[in-house]
């Protein structure tokens, strides 16, 4: 069956620092990938997406790398703020009849200390 | 400004009754999808649409059903509510975009307590 795994642990940094999160995935054969932000008690925010022929993706402070050899995707904060305290997560989608369902992984929190 | 508007920030209802959630997006999108997130189990898709009229299960449907009549709305139905589907509830949409990669917009979610 479809897996997407992420650290279900907590991740804690501290200021300044990089922070790398891990994405992997088995049974999928993606196009591309996404990375959301969800703050508590809120939805989901988009980030980044990253197609399965870039090996690497910028948007300011975030870079994304995309590994389907690996079956794998980081994500990672560059100079980290506490800000940037939240859980990410990534998202995949699955082509089904009809349309095409967005799988979510359960996430990582990170926490980023002054 | 885009916008999924979900019709009730915090529900409380009794085991037994029918509810409805209610989600309306205003952005013309084609897809729209309803979620629930639980510690540790992350966001389960519970049933998906991609056009009016149309729907599709996902990974979790039992005990709740859709119905998208109109473009812009889609409902999630818990016909009898039990304990367990306590939870927060999110709805999202999405556009097709080129290849179909586009982004997906969440409302700001249900939290849903059956009592």
């Known amino acids: 069956s479809q897996k997407i795994e992420q650290n279900s642990e907590a991740l804690n940094i501290q200021e300044g620092k990089t922070a790398t999160l891990t994405c992997n995935y088995t049974?999928?054969?993606?196009?591309?990938l996404q990375w959301y932000r969800q703050d508590p008690g809120r939805g989901p925010v988009f980030l980044l997406l990253i197609r399965e022929n870039e090996k690497e993706k910028r948007k300011e402070r975030l870079k994304v790398t995309f590994d389907t050899t690996l079956k794998q995707s980081l994500f990672h904060i560059t100079a980290s703020q506490p800000a940037d305290s939240a859980t990410y997560l990534c998202?995949?989608?699955?082509?089904?009849?009809?349309?095409?369902?967005?799988?979510f992984g359960t996430g990582t929190q990170l926490k980023v200390e002054l | 400004d885009v916008k999924v508007t979900q019709s009730s920030r915090y529900l409380v209802k009794r085991t037994g009754e029918k509810v409805f959630l209610e989600c309306v997006q205003d952005?013309?999108?084609?897809?729209m999808f309803w979620y629930r997130q639980d510690p540790g189990l992350g966001l389960r898709l519970i049933y998906f649409s991609y056009d009016v009229k149309m729907k599709e299960k996902g990974d979790i449907p039992e005990g709740y059903s859709v119905s998208r009549e109109k473009k812009e709305r889609f409902s999630l139905i818990l016909e009898s509510a039990s304990t367990n589907q306590t939870s927060m509830y999110l709805c999202?949409?999405?556009?097709?975009?080129?290849?179909?990669?586009?982004?997906?917009?969440f409302g700001q979610g249900t939290r849903l307590t059956v009592v």
């Open positions: 049974n999928y054969s993606p196009a591309y």
């Open positions: 998202a995949l989608e699955g082509v089904t009849g009809g349309g095409n369902k967005l799988t």
């Open positions: 952005m013309d999108h084609e897809n």
């Open positions: 999202a949409s999405r556009g097709w975009g080129v290849a179909m990669n586009t982004e997906a917009f």
